[in-house]
Structure formats: C-alpha cells, structure tokens
C-alpha cells in the first residue's frame, strides 16, 4: 500500500508528491520567530511602526536584497549543505560559498583555508588528523591549546568525508574531544549533529537547482603560491569561474568576491561578463591609514572597471551628535563616485548590548547608538535607507529577508 506512492483520501486517489532526494525545491519561505521578536524589542518609532505593519504579510525571497552569509551560521556549521538550504528557506536570493583549495586541486567551501580544526571533526579523525599543518597540541599552563588543518593538507574526498560543525573551539582543551566546542554561548549547538560538508560543484548545483544566485568568495590562499610549484592564483581565480562556465551558469547570477585587488581586476580582464560583477570585500577599513586610502580610491577603482564594493558594516556608518546612525565618509564616497555597496554581516556581533559595550567589530562606529537587539533593525535601515546598500549578508538572513519584503525591495 505506501509502497505504491499513492494516497487514498476520501476515496479519491491522487499521487504522492514526488520527493526528490538531494535537490528539493524550497519555495515556502519563512522567517521564523526571530525578525518578529527583534521588531517588538524596538522602541516605539516610526520604523517600528513600519515593520510591526508588515506582520502578517506573506514573505518571498528577497531575489538580491538578502544574501546568505555562509548558510545561516548563528545556528548551523557553516558552509555546510544544512546550512545552504536553511539559507534558502529563509528567503535569501543570493548563496555564498567561501571558496579554498584541496591538495588534489579541487575547490570547496570553507570560509578559510586552514579552519578545518574549528569547522569540521578533522581532528576526531586520527588518519586525517595527521596530516594537518599543525597537529592539536593540547593547551598547557602557558599556551592555548592550538591546531592547524589546511583544505589544501587534505584531498578532495578526504574532506567530503568529514562532518561540518559550528566554528567553534575551547582554548583549555588537553584532548581533541574537548577542543571541539568552546562558545561562543549565543550560538547553539542545536544542529550540530554532523553536517555535510560541500564542494563549490555541488554548492553551484544545489543553488541552481533552488533558482538562486551565487555570491563565490576566493578566499586568500594561507600556503604560499603557486601551490606545489606551479597552482598560481590566477589558475585558482580562472577555475573559479570555470566552474560556473562548465555548468552553463548566467554569469549575471554570479557574484564573485575577493579581498585581492589583483583577483577582481583579474577578473575584469579575463572574464569581463563575471568580472562587471565582482565584489571587491575591503579591508584596508580596518586601520585608519587604510581607511583613508580605500575613501581616495573610490574614482580609480571605477575607472578600471570595479562596480561593487563591500566593506564591512562599520565602515559604512556613523553615529551624528544626536545618536543616529548616519553614513561615514566611505558610503559617501563610494555613493559619489557611483560604485553599488554591499556590506557584510548582519547577525554576527551576539546580542547587541554586549556588543556595543565591548566595541565589537561590526559596530564599533555605532556602538554609542546601541542599546540592544532592537536596534538591530535601525542598522538595517540605516544600510538600506541612508547608505543606500544593494543587498546584505546575514548570519541569519531571515532577518534580512523580513525587512526587505516589508519594504519591497529586491
Ligand atoms: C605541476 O606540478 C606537479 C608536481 O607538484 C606535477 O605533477 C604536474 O604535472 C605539474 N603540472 C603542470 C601543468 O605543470
Ligand atoms: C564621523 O562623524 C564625525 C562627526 O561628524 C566626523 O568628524 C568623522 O569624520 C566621521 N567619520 C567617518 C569615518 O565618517
């Protein structure tokens, strides 16, 4: 009877729906509790007002505007295919693989080369464990306890092979097994329960079979190039894109983002119709002789071709005399001279008030104009509205993606 995949209702027979394994369809969006709960934290204000009005209003995918950093790693391993679907289901338009090297050549998603030690079980797994570029040592009176496992220690198949966890590690560890999970507390381990980690072909399938656009980031190789003598970084930055070519990928769904200057005008140069949407992540924000320079360079980095910059999110904002959230001088420069803004990432400073009074990283222009997770919205808006950004990556993207159908951007 169930055998037979049909099912009688009311003496009516219809067909079961059919359920694809691997590659299941996601188009009943949801957001989930959460953008709600941030929504009721907010004093009352015009924009609370906004956002509580859309409440009951169906969600759709944001098809740009929300972009899913990593899957959704304040509660699932990231860069995992658990972590992509829930990304999905949350309404983001855009997925991201973190892209690093294997030994054997072959790109997977991994947000940095050498965090197999506090992404994956690598060092549960003494066969592979082994082979790591540092092998655990135990933390003593003086030290941490440290390890080091490379993507490019281990073969493509070796690393299918392990399970994706939440980044995490506990420097007081003496075993492997104590290392695994040390906070921080505000993620949850809930869904730690051996994911599955994915290469970049199998990420460029799983994201087109669900219609969604690709944001690939090359991340900065940690071994010294060219890689075993001859895999220089524009073979790994070629290979990138070969991928999508070789899958007959649009490459107006493809985004390609690096930290390297060198990568983006690599791309501009050798593959024009990927290279017109590269993202170009700075970081020279991060000090403030490089924040200066990154402000002057806003009219030669669009003269070469780049159209799309993403520095984090404090490098956007600002905080005025009275405590708002305004642009900095880098959104008023990029805006000047006509570059599309993306910013990253929203969900990843914990709960805010702690955030704020420790001078977290992605608030620290605005921390002053921080009480707690109900500001959490006025720093989307602030982004959307004032600083005019094109889409946002999200730990969480749920939170986006509500924001941006109430709103109805795309
Ligand atoms: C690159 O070097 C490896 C050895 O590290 C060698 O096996 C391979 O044939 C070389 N490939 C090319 C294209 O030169
Ligand atoms: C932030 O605002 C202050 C006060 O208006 C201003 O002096 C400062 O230059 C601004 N900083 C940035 C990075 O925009």
């Given at each position: 009877?169930y055998?037979l ?8 027979v219809?067909a079961?729906?059919s ?5 299941p ?12 709960w941030l ?5 009352d204000?015009?924009l609370?007002a906004?956002?509580a009005?859309?409440?009951e ?5 944001a ?9 959704g790693p304040l ?7 658990e972590?992509l ?6 309404g983001?338009g855009?997925?991201e693989?973190?892209v690093?090297?294997?030994?054997d050549?072959?790109?997977?998603c991994?947000?940095s ?6 992404t994956?079980d690598?060092?549960l797994r003494?066969?592979?464990a082994?082979?790591c570029?540092?092998p655990?040592?135990?933390?003593t009176a003086e030290s ?8 490019s220690?281990i073969t493509?198949d ?5 399970c ?5 590690s506990n420097?007081?560890?003496?075993t492997?097994e104590e290392?695994?999970y040390?906070g921080?507390?505000?993620r949850t381990?809930?869904y730690d329960?051996?994911a599955t980690?994915?290469d970049?072909k199998t990420y460029i399938?799983i ?8 944001t690939?980031?090359l991340k900065t190789p940690?071994?010294e190039?060219p890689?075993?003598g001859?895999?220089t ?8 894109i070969?991928?999508y070519k070789?899958a007959c990928?649009?490459?107006k769904r ?6 390297l200057?060198d990568?983006i005008?690599?791309w501009?140069?050798?593959?024009p119709?990927?290279?017109k949407?590269a993202v ?22 669009s003269?070469?071709g780049v ?7 404090f490098?956007?904002?600002?905080t005025?005399a009275?405590?708002?959230?305004v642009?900095?001088?880098y ?5 000047r001279?006509?570059l599309?803004i993306?910013t ?6 914990g ?7 420790t ?15 109900g500001?959490m919205?006025?720093?989307?808006d602030?982004?959307a509205r ?7 990556f999200s730990?969480w993207?749920?939170?986006?993606t509500y924001?941006a159908n109430?709103?109805?951007l795309?």
């Amino acid at each position: 009877m169930y055998a037979l995949s049909l099912l009688v209702t009311a003496g009516v027979v219809v067909a079961a729906p059919s359920y694809k394994p691997g590659w299941p369809s996601v188009t009943n969006i949801q957001v989930g509790p959460r953008p709600f709960w941030l929504v009721d934290q907010m004093e009352d204000s015009p924009l609370k007002a906004e956002l509580a009005a859309c409440s009951e209003k169906p969600i759709h995918h944001a098809p740009f505007f929300s972009i899913s950093h990593r899957g959704g790693p304040l509660e699932f391993p990231e860069h995992s295919r658990e972590g992509l679907y829930a990304g999905a289901r949350m309404g983001a338009g855009v997925l991201e693989c973190d892209v690093a090297f294997t030994s054997d050549r072959q790109l997977v998603c991994r947000h940095s080369q050498c965090d197999l030690h506090t992404t994956t079980d690598i060092l549960l797994r003494p066969e592979l464990a082994a082979k790591c570029t540092t092998p655990f040592q135990a933390a003593t009176a003086e030290s941490d306890a440290t390890a080091k496992c490379c993507t490019s220690d281990i073969t493509h198949d070796e690393f299918l092979s392990l399970c994706a966890k939440m980044d995490s590690s506990n420097p007081d560890a003496t075993t492997p097994e104590e290392y695994q999970y040390g906070g921080p507390d505000w993620r949850t381990t809930a869904y730690d329960n051996c994911a599955t980690p994915v290469d970049h072909k199998t990420y460029i399938k799983i994201t087109d079979s669900l219609g969604l656009q690709f944001t690939p980031e090359l991340k900065t190789p940690e071994v010294e190039m060219p890689f075993q003598g001859n895999y220089t970084q524009e073979m790994y930055a070629q290979q990138l894109i070969d991928e999508y070519k070789e899958a007959c990928i649009n490459p107006k769904r493809v985004w390609p983002q690096s930290f390297l200057e060198d990568d983006i005008l690599y791309w501009i140069k050798a593959e024009p119709r990927f290279g017109k949407q590269a993202v170009y992540l700075d970081e020279r924000v991060d000090t403030e002789e490089g924040y200066e320079v990154a402000v002057a360079s806003m009219d030669r980095l669009s003269k070469q071709g780049v159209r799309i910059m993403a520095p984090p999110i404090f490098a956007l904002l600002n905080t005025s005399a009275e405590g708002e959230i305004v642009p900095s001088a880098y959104a008023k420069a990029a805006n000047r001279a006509g570059l599309d803004i993306i910013t990253w990432s929203l969900e990843r400073s914990g709960p805010l008030k702690e955030a704020a009074e420790t001078g977290e990283y992605y608030i620290s222009t605005i921390a002053d104009a921080i009480t707690g997770d109900g500001d959490m919205y006025r720093i989307v808006d602030a982004l959307a509205r004032k600083v005019g950004v094109k889409a946002m990556f999200s730990d969480w993207p749920a939170t986006v993606t509500y924001y941006a159908n109430c709103l109805g951007l795309n």
